[in-house]
């Protein structure tokens, strides 16, 4: 330890003391660094997480965002939102630096400029669109789950249609994205077997199968049987 | 006929007169020879012809229910359930995600009719026809609104079920 003269000055440290005191110094200003490249990393991580920055580039802004906005998930009754972070990344942190890095490949092409127009846009619409449905069907639409928790869906609340696909669906083993496409922009083209061929998403890509378990198709075959009747 | 030039001259002061008569008579509008008197026109709703749905008017959209019954013969089916946020475009069709006959048996919907199949030339497609593609040109769903003037409509004899 420091020791001190009779006039109160402190008497020079021997070899042992500096040592300890540049380790300690060290410690610290690592420890400091951490704190400010971590903070900084993970305001820059927050800020690319906020909708302004979404749409800060004409791209999202002309064409996603404004389909967005008439939509549920905009504006609704009581005004709680879901922003193009709630859906598009992952909250827990693994999940969420992964799809960053990858998100970076995107701001790539912004910068060389592959997709800035709205025609551009859209001839890649079908393409954007089944990479966001495959990565949500992998993770079992994980980002609408955050806020979907359908062990709570009060069946005797929702529509006829509503309660009776989600209970079919979901034990069927398919997931919030394999019936809610569209949710949020407008959809690319979709083959659905009218008119021309469209080049759009094939009927399998649109509905996936599931793996039924044994006890599902007695259902549908039961519907045929009395709509067939109302059908003209 | 003895004196044709005299009536000919009556005849020509009478139309002059008549024609003079008219002109004065007429409302200046009718002068300028292409616009017709503007027509008022007027909404049951006592909105402008042009504004839209008044916001917030409190009516709702009818909660999902079974199929509508038809109060007249070839009615379009209503449509018993809300389509808010639907789309019919270029794209896809909405409607057809659940009522087509590819589609109807997963979803439970009512299957679109065969009749939808024929195009304006009777030709037979293996869907429905471009005729038929925009489907609420024909099929309305529903809210609580109250009706604008009261009526006194029945349900077609033959379509009641009790």
Not at chain 1, 38 to 59: A, D, K, P, Q, Y
Not at chain 1, 116 to 145: H, Y
Not at chain 2, 68 to 97: E, W
Request: glycine content about 6%; overall charge positive.
């Amino acid at each position: 330890m420091a020791k001190f003269n009779e006039d109160g000055f402190r008497e020079p440290a021997n070899f042992t003391d500096r040592i300890r005191l540049a380790g300690i110094g060290f410690i610290g200003m690592v420890f400091v660094a951490g704190i400010i490249v971590w903070g900084g990393f993970n305001t820059v991580l927050e800020l690319t997480n906020r909708e302004e920055f979404c749409i800060s580039c004409h791209e999202m802004n002309d064409n996603v965002f404004q389909e967005y906005r008439n939509t549920i998930h905009y504006s609704n009754r009581s005004g709680v939102r879901a922003t193009c972070p709630d859906c598009h990344v992952p909250k827990e942190w693994g999940h969420k630096i992964i799809r960053k890095i990858q998100a970076s490949n995107e701001v790539l092409h912004k910068v060389l400029g592959s997709i800035d127009t709205p025609e551009k846009f859209n001839a890649k619409r079908l393409k954007l669109a089944e990479n966001e449905w495959a990565r949500m069907r992998k993770t079992d639409s994980r980002e609408c789950r955050n806020c979907h928790h359908f062990e709570y869906f009060d069946y005797a609340e929702q529509g006829r249609r509503s309660a009776k696909m989600h209970q079919t669906g979901l034990n069927e083993g398919k997931t919030c994205i394999d019936c809610h496409k569209g949710i949020a922009h407008t959809l690319p083209e979709v083959e659905q077997g009218i008119g021309a061929d469209k080049h759009g998403a094939a009927p399998e890509v649109f509905h996936p199968e599931t793996k039924q378990p044994a006890t599902a198709p007695a259902e549908p075959a039961k519907a045929t049987a009395t709509q067939d009747t109302t059908a003209k | 006929m003895k004196n044709p030039t005299r009536t000919s001259r009556s005849r020509t002061l009478a139309i002059l007169l008549a024609l003079g008569l008219g002109l004065t008579s007429l409302p200046p509008a009718a002068l300028a020879l292409d616009a017709p008197a503007p027509v008022k026109l007027q909404s049951l709703r006592g909105a402008e012809i042009q504004a839209m749905d008044p916001e917030g008017d409190g009516t709702r959209n009818d909660k999902d229910r079974p199929p509508i019954p038809r109060d007249f013969v070839q009615q379009p089916p209503l449509i018993p359930h809300s389509v808010k946020g639907y789309a019919i475009t270029k794209n896809f069709n909405k409607c057809m995600d659940c009522h087509s006959w590819t589609r109807y048996k997963e979803t439970g919907a009512t299957k679109v009719s065969i009749t939808h199949f024929k195009t304006r030339d009777g030709q037979e497609l293996d869907s429905i026809s471009p005729r038929r593609y925009f489907c609420s040109q024909c099929h309305i769903p529903q809210s609580d609104a109250k009706p604008l003037v009261n009526n006194t409509f029945r349900r077609a004899e033959g379509l009641s079920s009790k």
